[in-house]
């Protein structure tokens, strides 16, 4: 399973961005999908989940609110669609991939990751 994060950038306060994270190999519905983020001298952190179906999500306390987790499965693609963003949103953000299907908070469970795109947002 390869995934390919892009849609990151620079975005000004209160802004919003799209991003993406598309998969190929394996049976991406099937597949529990997170976003995490890790900024600059911090551990990385769990942002947002969602099931195989699509049809339950998890997100940080944080986020919820601003951002939100979906995906399109005839495109093998999972998004995050992140609004009212603050400077401390600014982060790497990275897609992943549980292939037994659970959508947890927790980063190991997760089996396969992107490479990451950077959202800084200033103030």
């Known amino acids: 399973v390869q995934l390919q994060a892009s849609g990151g950038g620079l975005a000004q306060a209160g802004g919003s961005l799209r991003l993406s994270c598309a998969a190929s190999g394996g049976t991406f519905s099937t597949y529990g999908m997170g976003w995490f983020r890790q900024a600059p001298g911090k551990a990385r952190e769990f942002v947002a989940s969602?099931?195989?179906?699509?049809?339950?999500?998890l997100y940080a306390d944080s986020v919820r609110g601003r951002f939100t987790i979906s995906r399109d499965n005839a495109k093998n693609t999972v998004y995050l669609q992140v609004n009212n963003l603050k400077p401390e949103d600014t982060a790497v953000y990275y897609c992943?991939?549980?292939?037994?299907?659970?959508?947890?908070?927790?980063?190991?469970?997760?089996?396969?990751w992107g490479q990451g795109t950077l959202v800084t947002v200033s103030s």
């Open positions: 992943s991939a549980d292939t037994d299907g659970l959508y947890t908070n927790f980063d190991l469970e997760y089996d396969y």
């Open positions: 969602i099931s195989g179906s699509g049809g339950r999500t």
